[in-house]
């Protein structure tokens, strides 16, 4: 049987990251002219261009340094501890796959689905469409098939 599971089910907590996350999305393409997608953000570091490296640096140890400080300054109850049910060759592989999806669909979750989405790109919801749907299937062939 499938149901919630009430004890992890946290719906403001994902109703205010996500309105955070189109707040931020919404801020950073006024004040920049850009879309908020990580996957381009940390491409236009490789190769590095003049004066265009220092925000995308700073953003990016903004990404992996935030849930590092709320881990640290949140009040004990509210962090709970991180269960990956997977061993690194798998988060490896995982990764891989990941990049090379952005690669070919040109952009990432967050450049198609939160600000692609946002701007009514139909080339956003295709691509969104494409990897919700991966997402489903491979999840269902991990868990159920394999």
Same mark, same amino acid.
């Given at each position: 049987m499938i149901g919630i599971d009430w004890t992890n089910f946290t719906p403001w907590s994902a109703l205010a990251g996500g309105i955070l996350i189109g707040l931020a999305a919404a801020a950073f393409i006024l004040m920049n002219g850009r879309v908020l997608g990580i996957s381009g953000i940390l491409g236009g570091l490789l190769p590095p261009k003049a004066g265009d490296a220092g925000w995308r640096v700073a953003f990016l140890l903004g990404v992996f340094s935030a849930p590092l400080l709320y881990r640290w &300054? /949140?009040?004990?109850?509210?962090?709970?501890?991180?269960?990956?049910? /997977?061993?690194?060759?798998?988060?490896v592989l995982a990764g891989l796959l990941v990049g090379l999806g952005t690669r070919y669909g040109s952009?990432?979750?967050?450049?198609?689905? !939160?600000?692609?989405?946002?701007? &009514?790109?139909?080339?956003? &919801? !295709?691509?969104? &469409?494409?990897?919700m749907a991966t997402g489903f299937v491979v999840v269902y062939v991990v868990r159920h098939l394999l």
């Open positions: &300054l /949140a009040p004990e109850g509210l962090t709970p501890a991180p269960r990956i049910d /997977a061993g690194l060759g798998l988060l952009g990432c979750t967050s450049g198609h689905g !939160v600000c692609g989405l946002s701007r &009514l790109s139909p080339r956003s &919801l !295709v691509a969104t &469409l494409c990897f």
